[in-house]
């Protein structure tokens, strides 16, 4: 499986950015899908991901500011951002789980300024 993501930039404080990833390979054996990111000199941590049972899973942090969508084939996963906060600032990190595999994507920065 291969993830492309994109749609990272610069923005400002209070701003909206979509991130988009695009899964290719060997697809049908994704069972999760989900973005992550990393800020610097930072841990890479959860932001949004999809359960096994269909749910979403959201960082108390972005809580009521992110939304995680996808395509119903797995094909893609978008991260809605709004409001967004310079503590946001990180590189995005889109994520596929298999049963035996994860994977990830190139990540792509987002930039939030005060």
């Known amino acids: 499986v291969q993830l492309q993501a994109s749609g990272g930039g610069l923005v400002q404080a209070g701003g909206s950015l979509r991130l988009s990833c695009a899964a290719s390979g060997y697809i049908v054996s994704i069972i999760t899908m989900g973005w992550y990111r990393q800020a610097q000199g930072k841990e890479r941590e959860l932001v949004a991901t999809?359960?096994?049972?269909?749910?979403?899973n959201y960082a108390d942090s972005v809580k009521g500011r992110f939304t995680i969508s996808r395509d119903n084939a797995n094909s893609a996963v978008y991260l809605q951002m709004n409001a967004l906060k310079p503590e946001d600032t990180a590189f995005y990190y889109c994520?596929?789980?298999?049963?035996?595999?994860?994977?990830w994507g190139q990540g792509t920065l987002v930039t939030v300024s005060s």
């Open positions: 994520n596929a789980r298999a049963s035996r595999d994860s994977f």
């Open positions: 999809f359960t096994t049972g269909g749910g979403t």
